[in-house]
T-cell receptor, first 111, second 113 residues
């Protein structure tokens, strides 16, 4: 158990819908990272937050957004969903410069 | 921007064979280096890390990695693989200059019993 929690574990939805994925980092970690993992794209970095502020952006689509709240949990919002958005979405947390600890992931299926 | 390459997309070995997975990052400066493993159906777990000091780093499950600064490399090794090592392996770099974390594309290891 890495100490990072993600909810829900599985999510099945339809195209055009909007979903919210939630992540709680390890106690004391200020950084939260979001990744998308799919068979064809591999592990793609989406976005990083540090203590409530956006720190780095990767291959995140405009239909996707994220935020980190004062209690340091983070949410990833995915809207206007397409079939190709079906993937595993991982959250990770770290202390500054340290290794990332990954959550168990949310498996999103868009039908 | 920092980038990480891994030499092999897919490696197939028999049990007891030796393993070396290559990893290179694009430029120097102060970096922290990591190898992660992802077993089928699971999330990524840390195998080992290098921050400073002895460039030969020992990790869990008999894995080790060697940091060669002049080659910008951080190769992962294991003298004798087991079937249970079948997984995907990711090299990653924390770039202190860019303050970002970059993963390599991953190498899939299949160990045949």
């Amino acid at each position: 158990d890495s100490g990072v929690t993600q909810t829900p574990k599985h999510l099945i939805t339809a195209t055009g819908q909007r979903v919210t994925l939630r992540c709680s980092p390890r106690s004391g970690d200020l950084s939260v990272y979001w990744y998308q993992q799919s068979l064809d794209q591999g592990l793609q970095f989406l976005i990083q937050y540090y203590n409530g502020e956006e720190r780095a952006k990767g291959n995140i689509l405009e239909r996707f957004s994220a935020q980190q709240f004062p209690d340091l949990h983070s949410e990833l919002n995915l809207s206007s969903l397409e079939l190709g958005d079906s993937a595993l979405y991982f959250c990770a947390s770290s202390s500054r410069g340290g290794e990332q600890f990954f959550g168990p992931g949310t498996r999103l299926t868009v039908l | 921007a920092q980038s990480v390459s891994q030499h092999n997309h897919h490696v197939i070995l028999s049990e007891a064979a030796s393993l070396e997975l290559g990893c290179n990052y694009s430029y120097g400066g102060t970096v922290n280096l990591f190898w992660y493993v992802q077993y089928p159906g699971q999330h990524l777990q840390l195998l080992l890390k290098y921050f400073s000091g002895d460039p030969l780093v020992k990790g869990i499950k008999g894995f080790e990695a060697e940091f060669i600064k002049s080659k910008f490399s951080f190769n992962l090794r294991k003298p004798s693989v087991q079937w249970s090592d079948t997984a995907e392996y990711f090299c990653a770099v924390w770039d202190n200059y860019g303050q970002n974390f970059v993963f390599g594309p991953g190498t899939r290891l299949s160990v045949l019993p």
